[in-house]
């Protein structure tokens, strides 16, 4: 396929997993793609960047490695996350701030110091990762599902302020992936049974379920869809 070609997209968390699995896509799309993680180790970009992403200097550099090495941006893929794990009386108030620097502040700040570029592409396209927890809540996961509720808000938000320079903005809401993040807890018979019982399709989603999607909202297939929060979870939002 090359639906993509031409096109100029700059990718974070890329070195593994969801990330990692959308820069393949988008690659054998047609695209010309910057891969981002806070290590070199697995990305597989047309270019690759090292950056901690909860350092606001590390952004500037990335965007302005956007603009010298890709000559411009036309997809933004703010991937990048992590997953704070605790109850509201065992989290620190360092795990909250490491979760909204990254999962949130992170993506509004590259969006921000990208949006010379991505106003003055012709397809210009921003898409952030954020979870089917950014819909309800669950014990233990307060500092992830507060950040991935405010993301799916931001997306709307500069949906609204990128929509006149015709820049879509739209979010991705995974359900339970097999990834890095996520293995070590599927690793556990039970978990692992019990979300593909949640499952319509009664199985786990792989990365490429969700790289699938996000090359659909990066292309023109997808022109006339912003502000939305797209559920890829196989199902398990259907049912209770």
């Given at each position: 396929?090359?639906?993509?070609?031409?096109?100029?997209?700059?990718?974070?968390g890329?070195?593994?997993?969801?990330?990692a699995?959308?820069?393949?896509?988008?690659?054998?799309?047609?695209?010309?793609?910057?891969?981002?993680?806070?290590?070199?180790?697995?990305?597989?970009?047309?270019?690759?960047?090292?950056?901690?992403?909860?350092d606001?200097?590390?952004?500037?550099l990335?965007?302005?490695?956007?603009?010298?090495?890709?000559?411009?941006?036309?997809?933004?893929?703010?991937?990048?996350?992590?997953?704070p794990v605790?109850?509201?009386?065992?989290?620190?108030?360092?795990?909250?701030?490491?979760?909204?620097?990254?999962?949130?502040?992170?993506?509004?700040?590259?969006?921000?110091?990208?949006?010379?570029?991505?106003?003055?592409?012709?397809?210009?396209?921003?898409?952030?990762?954020?979870?089917?927890?950014?819909?309800?809540?669950?014990?233990?996961?307060?500092?992830?599902?507060?950040?991935?509720?405010?993301?799916?808000?931001?997306?709307?938000?500069?949906?609204?302020?990128?929509?006149?320079?015709?820049?879509?903005?739209?979010?991705?809401?995974?359900?339970?992936?097999?990834?890095?993040?996520?293995?070590?807890?599927?690793?556990?018979?039970?978990?692992?049974?019990?979300?593909?019982?949640?499952?319509?399709?009664?199985?786990?989603?792989?990365?490429?379920?969700?790289?699938?999607?996000?090359?659909?909202?990066?292309?023109?297939?997808?022109?006339?869809?912003?502000?939305q929060?797209?559920?890829?979870?196989?199902?398990?939002m259907?049912?209770?």
């Amino acid at each position: 396929m090359s639906r993509l070609k031409g096109r100029k997209a700059l990718v974070t968390g890329a070195a593994s997993g969801i990330g990692a699995a959308t820069v393949a896509r988008l690659l054998a799309d047609g695209a010309t793609v910057l891969a981002c993680d806070i290590s070199g180790e697995g990305m597989a970009g047309t270019f690759n960047h090292v950056a901690n992403l909860a350092d606001p200097q590390a952004i500037a550099l990335l965007a302005a490695a956007a603009e010298s090495q890709l000559g411009g941006l036309d997809i933004l893929v703010n991937n990048a996350g992590v997953c704070p794990v605790g109850t509201l009386e065992d989290l620190t108030d360092d795990q909250w701030q490491f979760g909204l620097d990254v999962n949130l502040l992170a993506p509004a700040r590259l969006a921000k110091a990208c949006l010379s570029l991505l106003k003055a592409s012709s397809a210009g396209r921003v898409i952030n990762t954020g979870s089917i927890l950014s819909r309800y809540g669950d014990a233990g996961l307060g500092a992830y599902a507060a950040s991935k509720h405010a993301i799916l808000g931001f997306t709307r938000s500069l949906a609204m302020e990128l929509g006149p320079y015709g820049v879509t903005v739209n979010c991705v809401q995974p359900g339970c992936i097999v990834t890095g993040m996520t293995r070590g807890m599927l690793e556990n018979g039970a978990a692992a049974e019990y979300y593909r019982e949640k499952s319509a399709l009664k199985r786990l989603g792989q990365p490429e379920d969700i790289a699938d999607v996000i090359a659909f909202l990066a292309s023109n297939d997808a022109r006339f869809i912003t502000g939305q929060g797209i559920i890829a979870d196989g199902g398990v939002m259907t049912h209770s």
